[in-house]
């Protein structure tokens, strides 16, 4: 049976109407997106910040072992392993320098780690003018690369912009955005709590346009909708009203 057709005497919501550059400003759901994103993006200089700081001491405490370290004898102390799916092999140790005991503690891989025993003897590579930067002389200490932070902090940067796209898309649309009588087609389940509505739309000109968008508590099939769409590409549409943003 094919749908009912377009009532030719649609009008839109009053406030509405059918001109553009209409006033818009945020819903409150909008300002908690728009709040998220700025902080999302001053974390991520923060982050940024922190992660280069951390990879240059980690190069140069690394650099200075390799030039100034001396190699001494250390006792096992400790051997134990963090969490359970995905643990970390850990041992700790101690070793004695100019009249001080010196202690550490760093993660091995697991051949190494299974062949230890507490009282066990290990090498140790120190820095005499700064025992306390050591580490086990049969491997080199964990340092993050100097050109990790940069795309790290760039990457989270991205993901806290890409909150704001909806928002955008929703502020264009109901900006300058051509109002159109619209029904539901159909909807299915896309998570727990979210479904895909599909709707059908009668533009301007007469053609049917077709599209989708996300929604809580999709209505039935057959409901009217008023539509709002970009009459310079129609597959850019949403049903009215939004949820981001709203008339002034």
Not at 132 to 140: F, K
Not at 173 to 186: H, S, Y
Not at 236 to 244: E, G
Request: glycine share 6%.
């Amino acid at each position: 049976m094919s749908p009912e057709p377009f009532p030719e005497n649609w009008t839109p919501p009053a406030a509405l109407g059918y001109g553009s550059l209409r006033p818009v400003r945020l819903t409150g759901q909008g300002k908690v997106l728009i709040a998220v994103c700025i902080l999302l993006l001053a974390g991520s200089a923060v982050l940024g910040v922190f992660l280069f700081r951390t990879a240059r001491r980690q190069n140069a405490e690394r650099a200075l072992l390799l030039d100034q370290g001396t190699t001494t004898t250390a006792t096992v102390t400790r051997l134990w392993r963090t969490g359970e799916k995905s643990s970390r092999y850990m041992l700790s140790y101690r070793f004695l320098y100019a009249g001080a005991v010196y202690k550490h503690s760093v993660s091995t891989s697991f051949n190494r780690w299974r062949r230890l025993h507490v009282g066990d003897p290990i090498p140790v590579s120190y820095v005499p003018a700064q025992p306390s930067l050591n580490h086990p002389a049969e491997w080199q200490p964990d340092a993050l690369p100097l050109w990790f932070p940069y795309p790290f902090t760039l990457l989270m940067a991205a993901c806290a912009l890409l909150i704001v796209v909806p928002i955008r898309r929703q502020y264009g649309l109901l900006t300058n955005g051509r109002p159109a009588p619209g029904r539901v087609t159909g909807s299915k389940r896309a998570s727990h709590n979210q479904s895909i509505l599909f709707y059908e739309f009668r533009q301007l000109n007469g053609a049917i346009a077709k599209g989708k968008s996300s929604s809580t508590r999709p209505p039935a099939t057959g409901t009217p909708l008023c539509i709002l769409y970009d009459p310079d590409r129609p597959r850019r549409s949403a049903p009215y009203p939004f949820s981001l943003v709203r008339l002034a």
